[in-house]
Structures are given as C-alpha cells and as structure tokens.
C-alpha cells in the first residue's frame, strides 16, 4: 500500500510539473501566464527601393500610457525587436529619451504610412526633464516605430519610404 501511494504522489507531481511548464531543468517559464510576450503584437518592415527591408517584431503602443510608457526602464532591446507607437490621428510629434536607456532611432510615419524622417536618439540619464533633448517629427505623423539605433542607417530606411505593418 504504502509503494502505490509513493507512485500516485509521485505521478501527480509529474502531472503538477508538466502543466506549471516546466521544463527539464526544472524551471519556469520568463513571464507570467496570459501576460503577453513583449514584442510580438506585430511585424513591421519598411519599403525601401522597391524592397522590403528591417523586419522587426514590436511590441504595440496604442493607448495613452502605452505610449507615456514606451520603452523606458528597459535594459536592453533584443535584437530583431522595437516598439511601434499608434495615433488615432496625425499630428506633429515629439519624443523624448526620459529614463529611456537604449540608444534609438525614432522612425516618424505619417497617416499613408511614408516615412516623414528619422531621428538618432540617446539616453540622457539623470538629466532633468526640462533639459531633455526633445526628437520631433517634421510633419503630422500617426505612427512612429522605436527601433536600435543604427536601424535605420543599416536597413536604409529614409523620408518618404513606407512602413509595412502585419498583425
């Protein structure tokens, strides 16, 4: 009796584990369950000479404090990844690298998804909010695509070319 309580205790943690997710080295998923997994909201890319180019997953900003958040606090930026910022409409735009600590290029989109201009953007840290170095869309942009910097320079990415977006 006391082997076939041994056996189901031990079937039932087999059970327990394999539904937690654990893996064979015993440990669990990153992030939470239902939590979703940043940077796969969608898939954008650029058209650049005709040729889609810089595929990236990003994660999506679309309501208010999304987007007051944006990527600030993160560590790092995987690499294939960024943040795509979604207006309701267009209007001129300004961002800022306020506790923001990856270096990025800030990708201005107006309503036809053309890119309006780039902007090369640093971290500024400790640097008080009113001295803060303000990266401004040239034109009523409705979308804008945070990405690392160097993207844009590597993928060719400039004014007038368009943003692809694949949900």
């Given at each position: 009796?006391?082997?076939?309580?041994?056996?189901?205790?031990?079937?039932?943690?087999?059970?327990?584990?394999?539904?937690?997710?654990l893996?064979?080295?015993?440990?669990?998923?990153?992030?939470?369950?239902?939590?979703?997994?940043?940077?796969?909201?969608?898939?954008?890319?650029?058209?650049?000479?005709?040729?889609?180019?810089?595929?990236?997953d990003?994660?999506?900003?679309?309501?208010?404090?999304?987007?007051?958040?944006?990527?600030?606090?993160?560590?790092?930026l995987?690499?294939?990844?960024?943040?795509?910022?979604v207006?309701?409409?267009?209007?001129?735009?300004?961002?800022?690298?306020?506790?923001?600590?990856?270096?990025?290029?800030?990708?201005?989109?107006?309503?036809?998804?053309?890119?309006?201009?780039?902007?090369?953007?640093?971290?500024?840290?400790?640097?008080?909010?009113?001295?803060?170095?303000?990266?401004?869309?040239?034109?009523?942009?409705?979308?804008?695509?945070?990405?690392?910097?160097?993207?844009?320079?590597?993928?060719?990415?400039?004014?007038?070319?368009?943003?692809?977006?694949?949900?």
């Amino acid at each position: 009796m006391n082997g076939t309580k041994i056996l189901l205790a031990l079937v039932s943690l087999a059970v327990l584990a394999g539904c937690l997710g654990l893996g064979d080295n015993g440990e669990s998923d990153d992030f939470d369950i239902g939590a979703p997994a940043p940077y796969n909201d969608a898939e954008v890319a650029f058209v650049v000479d005709g040729e889609e180019r810089g595929h990236l997953d990003v994660e999506i900003a679309e309501t208010r404090a999304e987007r007051a958040q944006g990527l600030m606090e993160r560590e790092s930026l995987p690499d294939g990844t960024g943040m795509l910022f979604v207006y309701e409409d267009a209007d001129v735009r300004s961002f800022w690298m306020k506790d923001t600590l990856v270096p990025l290029d800030i990708i201005f989109v107006d309503s036809d998804r053309r890119v309006v201009n780039v902007e090369h953007a640093s971290p500024e840290p400790e640097t008080p909010d009113h001295e803060l170095t303000r990266y401004t869309s040239d034109g009523p942009a409705q979308y804008v695509v945070e990405a690392e910097r160097g993207y844009a320079n590597e993928t060719g990415v400039s004014a007038g070319d368009e943003l692809v977006i694949r949900r």
